[in-house]
């Protein structure tokens, strides 16, 4: 591969700014963003009360092959909750696009170098599948496996609920609320109405989010009105899951919670987290939903 060319970016790294898409291989270009800038305001110190995974697909990975011809694939990244940092999106977006112009001998070289130098950014293993360009765009969300609380009846919603994250919205819909098993329901909720906000650029970032949990019922009304309250909620897509999972645990207090958020993508990459709080979640909830869709990915 041939030598890197340094893409100049100040210490807040490159988003929100001007920044030349690289055109030879630019490992320089990825920044870290410390997972604890936002889990200090969680109050997360020490051992996490989650586990979980980030995963991100890069809808628009080029690169040559060993004789020089243009390829296009399909790139899902997986980071690992437990990762000190996460990577800035536009920085990774600016190192794929530095990878279109380079060589590589095989699909397992370009897997190898991206595992390489992501890892070594977010300071963990991570892990690279390439998906092929006829990725299923089937969604579980399209059948009666999950159900919508969109349009839930949540009242009249003055705009100051929508100033602050207010998990007092949050309730369980049986007046007892304690823990019996013969109580207990297993429920997929998705809302289509998120919005956070980029810490960077302030801009609106759009997504999905998926709650499924087994537990004493959810008040449907009173979890959207949470997702509502969201709505000016400035941080990192993961964060945001973070912060909605917690709120969840603590005020539902679920026997086990899984919580996905599905963002939109940008600049071909969308970041997909997934939270999940309790023992064996998988042998309950089953197997997360592989490269679930929501409208508009």
């Not at 007892?176 to 980029?198: G, I, K, Y």
């Not at 999972?245 to 603590?250: R, Y």
């Amino acid at each position: 591969m041939p030598e890197s060319d340094a893409v100049q970016c100040d210490s807040k790294g490159p988003l929100g700014q001007k920044v030349d898409a690289p055109e030879q291989y630019a490992p320089e270009v990825l920044f870290p963003v410390p997972r604890a800038q936002g889990r200090d305001l969680l109050g997360l110190v020490g051992a996490l009360p989650f586990t979980g995974d980030d995963i991100w697909n890069a809808y628009e990975v080029s690169f040559l092959d060993a004789k020089g011809v243009p390829r296009r694939d399909i790139l899902e990244l997986t980071v690992p909750c437990t990762s000190p940092n996460i990577v800035e999106s536009k920085s990774l977006k600016l190192y794929l696009n530095s990878l279109n112009f380079v060589r590589f001998a095989s699909t397992s070289e370009l897997v190898d170098t991206i595992s390489k130098d992501v890892g070594g950014v977010v300071g963990s293993p991570v892990a690279i599948a390439l998906c092929g360009m006829n990725i299923t765009t089937s969604s579980p969300l399209e059948g009666a496996l999950w159900h919508c609380i969109d349009d839930e009846n949540v009242g009249e919603v003055p705009s100051e609920i929508m100033d602050t994250p207010d998990d007092e919205h949050l309730t369980i819909r049986q007046a007892d609320p304690r823990r019996q098993e013969s109580s207990f329901v297993t429920e997929r909720l998705v809302s289509h109405v998120l919005r956070t906000c980029c810490p960077v650029t302030g801009q609106p970032d759009w997504g999905s989010v998926l709650v499924e949990y087994r537990g004493v019922p959810i008040d449907h009304s009173g979890l959207m009105r949470y997702i509502i309250s969201l709505r000016r909620e400035v941080g990192f897509h993961e964060n945001a899951v973070e912060r909605i999972a917690l709120a969840i645990f603590k005020r539902c207090t679920p026997q086990v919670l899984r919580v996905t958020g599905r963002f939109l993508r940008r600049g071909g990459i969308d970041i997909n987290p997934m939270r999940s709080i309790g023992e064996d979640v998988e042998g309950i909830l089953g197997a997360p939903f592989p490269q679930m869709r929501v409208p508009g990915q």
